[in-house]
């Protein structure tokens, strides 16, 4: 299984619309992809590791690939149209990581 991670960093004075990011860009993404895609998920930063401390990430969206080679069959073509989607819920930059899921 391979999940593509798209981390957004938590910046000061920076947006982010999480209802937007759930309600409409995520399941874009899902139902663009089609049957290719295995599963998405939304987490939404609560805390650093020190008491009282910002989250890392403000939020991040991974979704789930059979393997790699579905994932960049796929992926590619839809691109434009998901990027050109973010200034909808934020103007942070993300950061995108593929991980091959071991457990």
């Known amino acids: 299984m391979i999940k ?4 957004y960093p938590n910046q000061e004075g920076k947006k982010f619309d999480m209802k937007y990011y ?3 860009h995520m ?13 998405i998920a939304v ?7 020190a008491p009282g401390s910002k989250a890392a990430y403000i ?11 579905s ?6 073509a839809h691109v434009t149209k ?8 934020t103007d942070i930059e993300p950061t995108i990581q593929i991980s091959d899921v071991k457990l």
Do not use: W
């Open 82 to 89: 998901f990027m050109a989607d973010i200034p909808n819920y």
């Open 22 to 24: 759930c309600e409409k």
């Open 43 to 49: 987490e939404q930063g609560l805390g650093g590791p």
């Open 27 to 39: 399941p874009m993404v899902r139902d663009t992809l089609g049957t290719a895609c295995k599963g």
């Open 4 to 7: 593509v991670s798209v981390l």
């Open 59 to 69: 939020a991040m969206g991974h979704v789930l690939f059979e393997s790699l080679e």
């Open 71 to 76: 994932f960049q069959k796929v992926f590619p």
